[in-house]
């Protein structure tokens, strides 16, 4: 986690390759190092685009893509599980 100059929590990467930063997407989670947001890569993959098509699609690397998909697959878990 990185901190304004106030001391305020400005980026957060919970999981690798993964980062949420305010001022990318609006927040959204995203690939690190891209405004790439996890959730269209995962919608990409459930519509039936490959891991491979997806990375080459975006000029990443089939773990970036894998690390998105498992990514917003335990967001979904919690989400179910808060229910």
């Known amino acids: 986690?990185?901190?304004d100059r106030r001391g305020v929590a400005s980026t957060w990467s919970p999981e690798f390759e993964i980062v949420?930063?305010?001022q990318i997407?609006?927040?959204r989670p995203c690939i690190k190092g891209t405004r790439i947001p996890t959730g269209d890569i995962v919608d990409m993959f459930e519509v039936g685009d490959t891991?491979?098509?997806i990375a080459h699609s975006f000029g990443l690397t089939e773990e970036q893509i894998e690390n998105a998909i498992a990514w917003e697959g335990k967001l979904a878990t919690k989400k179910v599980s808060n229910r």
Do not use: L
Request: glycine letters at 8%; hydrophobic letters at 40%; a negative charge.
């Open 1 to 3: 986690m990185t901190f």
């Open 20 to 22: 949420i930063d305010p």
């Open 25 to 27: 997407q609006f927040g």
């Open 51 to 53: 891991v491979p098509y």
